[in-house]
């Protein structure tokens, strides 16, 4: 740098000289060319300050050892030029002059300065605008990332929504399966049950009330006979008439035992659970608290059906050597369990799979849902089958028959 501005400095104190002794016919193209080679060479105004003072000095006071320097004796030069050199007008108008030509020659330097200076405000400008521009964007940011987290809730909750109506669209599918199922079902069973009396009132009642009709004649064509004959004959009537009797208490004990309603559901399932023993084979207990006799009948009635069905598959579906009956009061529902210690089956299984077990279970699932009640199973092949029952107990002042208080998902064939 300080060669440069020495080499400079040379150049300026001939191109100033030359002007100078050139007089009008002076031109200041050598200035602003030296103000294009200071702005080359990175030089400033106090640097073409220092090169005009020094041309100057070495003009005005002949001999000065200044001249062409980087730096001036500015003591030296003060002293030697004194009041004279202020004083001569010639030197004013040197001075003068010179000045014209120092002005020329800083002319690149500001108007460099001066672009930069533009160019700075209008970057301080870009800058602002860019600014602004950067927070327009940062908010703009902001709401897209809201509303990118609220299409996303959105999508979740629109997922969630189409999963769930998927699993009731399956769920209403499969109940009309079974309610499809279970009505063929029981026409079919309502069918077999008319048969099944239908034959039972022609083969044993009709065919016994006949026979009574044909002893009755020949009592009334044999009235010679000897009384022990006679006698034997009305013994042998009367038998058939019993058997008659047992024929239609069965049938009425089949459709409705009337000691549930005469003596209450312990002594009902008693009675049944006698009668099943001698018939199946499977032993059975039960265990019951009294209370259950303060149930409406409409709720006893479930108990004792349920109970029914559950020993009946136990017998035809199970092969167990042991049930066990337990009815419990919990707070505010009555439970009653049916556990035996079968071979179980799979509980999960097709509604339209041909298993009268799963009729069983559909019919007691719908009688305990009528009364408000929950219904579940607990099996697996090769383990014992648990039956589970849960009927809320009816508030004071409710009708008997209470209407279903919980949704069909909590009294589903799967226990929680």
Do not use: W
């Not at 007008?89 to 020659?105: K, T, Y």
């Not at 077999?192 to 006949?210: F, G, K, Y």
């Not at 004959?229 to 239609?248: F, G, H, N, P, Y």
């Not at 409409?298 to 042991?322: F, P």
Request: proline residues 3%; hydrophobic residues 40%.
């Amino acid at each position: 740098m300080k060669v440069k501005r020495a080499r400079l400095s040379r150049l300026y104190h001939t191109a100033l000289n030359k002007y100078l002794k050139l007089g009008a016919n002076a031109t200041l193209e050598p200035a602003r060319e030296l103000g294009r080679r200071a702005v080359e060479d990175g030089l400033e105004t106090l640097d073409m300050a220092r090169m005009h003072e020094i041309a100057l000095v070495s003009l005005l006071v002949p001999g000065s050892t200044n001249a062409g320097c980087d730096e001036p004796d500015a003591t030296s030069a003060s002293n030697h030029l004194g009041s004279e050199f202020y004083a001569a007008s010639a030197h004013r108008v040197v001075i003068a002059r010179a000045g014209i030509f120092f002005a020329e020659a800083l002319t690149p330097i500001e108007q460099t300065h001066r672009g930069a200076r533009e160019a700075n405000s209008s970057l301080n400008q870009m800058i602002a605008a860019l600014s602004q521009q950067t927070l327009a964007l940062a908010a703009s940011n902001d709401d897209l990332k809201q509303e990118i987290e609220q299409r996303k809730t959105v999508e979740e909750s629109l997922r969630t929504s189409e999963l769930t109506t998927s699993r009731l669209l399956e769920k209403s599918r499969q109940m009309q399966e079974e309610l499809r199922h279970l009505s063929r079902k029981l026409l079919s069973v309502q069918e077999e049950e008319r048969r099944l009396i239908s034959r039972e009132l022609h083969d044993v009642i009709a065919q016994t009330l006949t026979s009574i009709n044909v002893r009755l004649s020949a009592l009334s064509a044999g009235s010679t006979a000897s009384t022990k004959e006679l006698q034997k004959k009305i013994a042998l009537t009367q038998r058939l008439v019993a058997r008659s009797v047992d024929v239609v208490h069965r049938f009425a004990r089949e459709l409705r035992p009337t000691v549930l309603d005469d003596l209450g559901i312990i002594p009902a399932l008693q009675s049944f659970m006698k009668t099943f023993t001698e018939n199946s084979g499977v032993r059975v207990s039960l265990k019951a608290f009294a209370g259950v006799e303060k149930l409406d009948g409409d709720r006893r009635t479930v108990l004792y059906r349920v109970a029914q069905e559950a020993l009946t598959n136990v017998a035809r579906h199970a092969k167990a050597s042991r049930a066990e009956v337990v009815i419990t009061d919990e707070k505010k529902v009555i439970s009653m369990e049916i556990k035996d210690n079968g071979k179980g089956f799979d509980v999960d299984g097709k509604p339209g799979a041909k298993k009268t077990t799963r009729l069983g279970l559909l019919g007691m699932r719908e009688r305990v849902e009528m009364v408000g009640g929950t219904f579940c199973v607990i099996s697996s092949p090769g383990h014992p089958t648990t039956v589970r029952v849960e009927i809320p107990t009816p508030r004071r002042g409710t009708a008997k028959t209470a209407a279903p208080t919980k949704s069909d998902a909590n009294s589903t064939l799967e226990c929680p």
